[in-house]
């Protein structure tokens, strides 16, 4: 978990270093008490630390309650910013926070993709797969609390930084549009193979455990193999996705707030559609155009500056657009088969 006094002493720093950002240090420790506070409910209150299967129903509850605490928090920004600093701010850092959001939750839908396919390749039973998402969940916002640390800063001490985001997001669109239909081979996943070579591994599941005790010897279980890869995949994902959001913003409380909503509401999305993933089969074409156009946004900053609004209005169009069509044709195919 966080250390609150340290992630707010470095945020302070952060701010002093001309870091624009309306957020004072308690709204920071709020948040991540809230954070907390939310997982804590998850893990001991609400089932996270026993083992079930996750019905649609439940899994819909919770997309559903995560989006209504993200339009919330939403509204609560713009009315705190209303009163303190003025509708324009108001209205901007909402909106700000909304396309971050839209974004952030965009982009990490793909990792759902990645999850399918490691609990495919692991033969993870359903009712073991709730908790390790909850730890995974954990660690990604660890991992990404210090990317955006990191972005923030660099953002702050070369702004030329911005441009080689764009640039790097622009190209890994394109190689995500050329390798959309190329499914990744875990067998040669040099992580999976270090962790094989140099772990004891039992060979079946025991449980939710990670870890366990054979004949004297510690052994780790697949399941730690799969909390490895699902971290991995996150990491790779952040890359992507934190970079994507400096075209919106600077802000890093907006920066973190987006990215920890996405991330939170990612593992009920994932129960809820991982069943429909293959029907889903362009999304991964739309989510790839939404990194070139939010690259090539950045990379035009200099002579035309596209206003919030407009991305919002945008990457939301081309996710729509990839979501119907996706649809539409996986309606279609049964037709074809049969005919």
Not at 16 to 40: D, Y
Not at 49 to 66: F, I, L
Not at 290 to 296: E, N, P, Q, S
Request: glycine share 8%; net charge positive; hydrophobic share 60%.
């Amino acid at each position: 978990m966080f250390q609150l006094p340290y992630f707010q002493s470095t945020l302070t720093d952060l701010l002093m270093n001309n870091i624009e950002s309306f957020a004072t240090g308690p709204m920071w420790a709020g948040f991540i008490a809230f954070v907390i506070a939310m997982l804590a409910l998850d893990l001991f209150v609400l089932g996270g630390n026993k083992a079930h299967r996750v019905s649609v129903k439940e899994a819909g509850s919770w997309v559903v309650a995560w989006v209504l605490l993200a339009v919330t928090f939403g509204a609560l920004l713009w009315w705190y910013l209303d009163g303190t600093a003025g509708r324009e701010m108001a209205n901007r850092k909402a909106l700000e926070f909304f396309t971050g959001y839209l974004i952030e939750q965009t982009l990490s839908v793909d990792n759902m993709f990645v999850f399918v396919m490691i609990f495919t390749y692991f033969a993870v039973p359903p009712e073991l797969q709730r908790r390790v998402l909850l730890y995974g969940v954990i660690g990604a916002i660890v991992m990404r609390a210090g990317m955006i640390l990191a972005g923030v800063w660099l953002v702050s001490e070369f702004a030329w930084i911005l441009y080689v985001f764009g640039l790097f997001l622009v190209i890994t669109g394109i190689k995500m549009l050329v390798m959309a239909d190329k499914k990744p081979d875990l067998e040669k996943n040099p992580v999976l193979r270090w962790l094989r070579g140099h772990m004891r591994i039992t060979p079946g599941f025991h449980g939710e455990k990670f870890f366990v005790r054979i004949n004297g010897l510690r052994y780790a279980t697949p399941m730690f193999l799969v909390l490895v890869m699902i971290e991995v995949s996150d990491l790779v994902f952040a890359v992507d996705s934190i970079p994507a959001i400096f075209a919106v913003t600077t802000d890093p409380f907006i920066i973190f707030t987006s990215n920890i909503f996405a991330i939170m509401g990612l593992r009920a999305l994932y129960f809820l559609l991982a069943d429909m993933a293959e029907r889903f089969h362009l999304l991964k074409y739309g989510l790839a155009l939404v990194l070139v156009f939010i690259g090539g946004k950045m990379l035009v900053m200099p002579w035309f500056h596209m206003p919030v609004q407009w991305s919002l209005a945008i990457v939301g169009s081309i996710i729509l657009i990839s979501v119907v069509l996706s649809l539409k044709l996986s309606a279609r195919a049964p037709t074809k088969v049969q005919s």
